[in-house]
């Protein structure tokens, strides 16, 4: 308090912080102080927050270890394990349901956009399987291991041309599927055999038995980087002097944020307001339940692993533009006997001297040079995206989703697909090879031009990385990944720091919601800026439709199951699973918990197909109806019409 010059007392709060929530006084900083103790956190703030009107409550932000968060050495390897079986559910189920094709050996079922949920359309499909095996076949592998083959998309293309062929995979019904097909007339391959097991087992393979390993579109449903580590060191044992190790598809690090929200701006109506749309950005940024790797990973492998001479790292080569083209990119290891000459070349930076192609095309005319290498060529295909993201961080002015969307698409003429950049110059007596090594959150690329005269090295990709651009120093391997395990990791360590407060506090003290964040928002004094701490993820997101409320027994199980899986308090009938921040591994969970308590069996992908509590209820009532023996489905749905509760 303070007297006025008038003579007035003027209460202007407290200095402490202390607060008072259902007529308990209490000071955020004693929590803060217990929660701090904790070997889990590295850092915590504790305020009071009142996100509906009348409910008023303590909320805790953390930022966590996840090593020393487990006291259990074994408790990550624990939660590896638990991963890689959620996935091994997920495509088991998606593997046994495949329809009738006319065309069996090209099976892309599962291939769907993150941006329409509907399947990638087959043409664009067929282009990726085009680069991904001209890739490979280029490198002539003979005695080849895939690992991860699932329903034979490369199998069936390459295996021909080899003298053995082993495709891995964790999932039974993908390796039934592909025998299946072999045991076919006309389609028996010889030197191919199958085996069920993990992407780490490497058990019965010889030293030096391969010259070829694949892993396409696997390392994504790796559970961390160690688990990928583990993986390249059991693949270089096997491997043969002079092999290589092809990765394809592997998702971006530096791009992540640039896709999530060209996904979130995509499906957000043009006033959704930018505020709402960061949050949705943010959420699904924390909820990554995939491998996101950033390119300079495989260059830090290079420098600390003798056996690898090289790497090439490489964006497809196709002309769709979808998530798979924009967003992931290629890499091959190379191992010796021999390493590729280092190559004389000047490098020029496409950026900071405005260059174009006007005076790209005079430098290799005029100069005639052997070898010029340019870096930090504008990419096209993420321009826009890239733009959008930088926006939404700063938007200056922006207030909505349309408004964010014109600004994005400003001052992109300068930008290239790699394809087009290829194509331009192509009349010109050079190689042209693009490489993604060094893409940073721009995701520009880099070009080298060779002289058609000159001896080439068999990979001529590969220089791009070794040459001009000084290499960075090695970092710990986890900063050049994401942490698909955030989450799970979340979800074990929250009752923990419950249990570590409810040993100091009384309950009345202990915040009923915890918060895990990468880092707490600094004021520019470098205090935490507790107005910038964001709503807690349990409360139900801002969503389209209204809030309904369950009308039945099971309507009503389905929220709460939703609840605990998704941790969040409220959940409406009509509210779409995936729109609350769903994705395929906590659908796995729900449909187990739907078993385990309503004693139905339900597909997979019962939940994509009825993906609110209210087409799912329905679902489910009908199939208990049908076990009950209620006959006609028509008469089931007159009866739950008659109903005012829905009760059959």
Not at 554 to 581: A, M, P, Q, S
Request: with cysteine; net charge negative; glycine share 6%.
């Amino acid at each position: 308090m303070r007297w006025r010059s008038g003579g007035v007392l003027e209460y202007v709060g407290r200095a402490d912080y202390q607060v008072k929530i259902r007529g308990h006084r209490i000071e955020p900083g004693e929590v803060e102080a217990l929660l701090a103790q904790h070997p889990a956190v590295r850092g915590c703030a504790v305020i009071d927050r009142e996100d509906r009107p009348g409910d008023k409550r303590l909320v805790a932000y953390v930022v966590c270890d996840m090593e020393s968060g487990f006291e259990d050495p074994d408790a990550v390897n624990k939660t590896q394990a638990e991963q890689v079986a959620h996935w091994q559910a997920l495509y088991e189920d998606m593997y046994a349901r495949a329809p009738s094709l006319s065309d069996p050996t090209f099976n892309i079922t599962g291939w769907n956009s993150s941006y329409t949920g509907q399947p990638i359309p087959a043409e664009e499909m067929r282009e990726w399987v085009d680069d991904a095996v001209g890739r490979i076949t280029s490198l002539r592998p003979q005695r080849v291991l895939e690992i991860g083959c699932g329903m034979g998309l490369l199998l069936f293309r390459i295996a021909p041309g080899c003298e053995s062929y082993t495709g891995t995979d964790f999932s039974s019904a993908a390796l039934n599927y592909v025998e299946r097909l072999l045991e076919e007339d006309g389609r028996h391959i010889p030197g191919v055999r199958l085996l069920q097991r993990e992407a780490d087992d490497f058990s019965g393979f010889a030293p030096q038995s391969f010259d070829t390993i694949i892993l396409n579109s696997v390392v994504q449903y790796f559970p961390d980087v160690d688990y990928l580590l583990r993986v390249v060191e059991g693949a270089l044992k096997v491997l043969a002097p002079g092999g290589r190790i092809f990765l394809g598809d592997v998702r971006s690090l530096p791009l992540l944020g640039a896709f999530h929200t060209s996904v979130q701006l995509f499906n957000a109506q043009p006033s959704t307001p930018l505020e709402q749309l960061r949050r949705k950005v943010q959420t699904q940024l924390a909820l990554e339940n995939e491998l996101v790797l950033d390119p300079e990973l495989f260059l830090a492998l290079a420098r600390s692993t003798p056996q690898v001479t090289h790497v090439e790292i490489v964006p497809k080569s196709c002309r769709a533009a979808n998530e798979l083209t924009r967003f992931r990119y290629q890499v091959v290891i190379h191992t010796a006997p021999h390493e590729p000459p280092t190559l004389d070349v000047s490098w020029r930076d496409w950026q900071s001297e405005r260059l174009t192609l006007d005076s790209l095309r005079r430098l290799l005319t005029e100069d005639a040079p052997h070898a010029l290498a340019v870096a930090r060529v504008p990419n096209a295909r993420v321009a826009r995206d890239v733009s959008a993201a930088r926006l939404l961080a700063a938007p200056d002015g922006l207030s909505d989703a349309a408004e964010l969307q014109e600004a994005a698409q400003t001052g992109l003429t300068d930008a290239f697909d790699p394809e087009d950049f290829r194509a331009e110059l192509a009349d010109l007596p050079y190689t042209v090879a693009v490489s993604w090594a060094r893409h940073d959150a721009d995701g520009s690329f880099d070009v080298l031009f060779r002289r058609r005269t000159e001896t080439l090295d068999e990979s001529c990709d590969a220089a791009v990385p070794r040459v001009g651009r000084e290499a960075t120093k090695v970092k710990a391997w986890r900063q050049y990944a994401n942490n698909p395990l955030q989450g799970k990791f979340t979800r074990q360590l929250v009752p923990r720091l419950r249990q570590h407060l409810q040993t100091g506090l009384p309950e009345y003290m202990i915040p009923s919601a915890f918060v895990v964040m990468d880092a707490l928002p600094l004021t520019s004094s470098g205090k935490v800026d507790r107005r910038a701490l964001p709503a807690p993820d349990h409360l139900r997101p801002e969503l389209a439709q209204n809030f309904a409320a369950p009308r039945t027994p099971v309507e009503t199980e389905l929220t709460r199951i939703w609840g605990e899986v998704l941790k969040l308090e409220r959940i409406g009938i009509n509210d779409n699973f995936f729109d609350l921040g769903g994705h395929s591994l906590l659908a796995t969970q729900v449909i187990s918990r739907i078993r385990e308590v309503l004693r139905v069996e339900l597909p997979l992908q019962s939940l994509f197909e009825t993906p609110t509590v209210a087409q799912l209820a329905e679902s489910i009532e009908l199939t208990q109806w049908a076990a009950r023996g209620g006959g006609d489905p028509q008469q089931f749905v007159a009866t739950v019409g008659e109903s005012e509760e829905g009760e059959i």
